[in-house]
């Protein structure tokens, strides 16, 4: 069985295109990780009103998505991106979880 997973991230004003454009040149070793770590689908939607990034994800029953901030592939795609979304001090994005409501299968 698999599950989604959905969450909201902020981008800073104005960075819209370069968050595409590098997300559209995602490192094959990140992709890697991702899919090792049980993620098979993955989408990112911008709210271009707010900034808001929503993020939906779908993974295996067995996934493993809790090591990802321990590799050092995940860390340096953070510190690749702090410069253009909210952050922790680590530089990993700020998520906050999205409540499912309704789904439709």
Do not use: C
Not at 8 to 26: N, T, V, W
Not at 52 to 60: E, G, I, P, S, T
Not at 77 to 84: F, N
């Amino acid at each position: 069985m698999t599950r989604p997973i959905a969450f909201r991230m902020m981008l800073k004003p104005g960075m819209a295109e370069e968050y595409r454009r590098r997300h559209d040149a995602i490192w094959p070793e990140l992709v890697e990780a991702l899919r090792a770590a049980g993620i098979y689908d993955y989408s990112i939607f911008l709210d271009e009103e707010t900034n808001a990034l929503f993020a939906v994800l779908r993974l295996h029953a067995d996934d493993s998505r809790d090591t990802l901030p321990g590799q050092p592939v995940m860390q340096r795609w953070w510190d690749h991106m702090a410069d253009l979304m909210e952050v922790r001090p680590d530089n990993r994005p700020v998520e906050a979880p999205l409540t499912p409501m309704f789904y439709l299968a």
